[in-house]
């Protein structure tokens, strides 16, 4: 299931624009290659357009590992090497993204 669920995008819809404004937010999340290669949208397409919709820019562009198969319902069995490392370059700029410079 590569969808989002219905409350999500109603839970972003009642975050106070105020509140979305003082945020970085990032995405990340698998798909199934197979969703891609049909130009459907996946979970994370729909909740970046939803926060689009409000006018949310995002901190980073989204991170998106496309999976083979089983693989989508059982990712950290199947996600590789170069995935991971994927995930802990993600993990660091969204660090580098959210903590504020030191004031001197």
Known sequence: MNRVRRSIPALCATILLRQLDRLEIALFGARRA?????????????????????????????????????????????????ERAMIVEFAADIWEASVPEPLI
Do not use: M, N
């Not at 949208?41 to 689009?52: F, N, V």
């Not at 496309?66 to 090497?81: D, K, M, N, S, T």
């Open 34 to 82: 197979r969703k891609r290669a049909r130009r459907q949208p996946s979970g994370i397409d729909e909740l970046q357009a939803c926060l689009a919709e409000r006018g949310c820019e995002l901190a980073l562009p989204p991170l998106v590992i496309e999976l083979q198969g089983v693989a989508a319902f059982l990712p950290w069995l199947r996600i590789g090497r170069a």
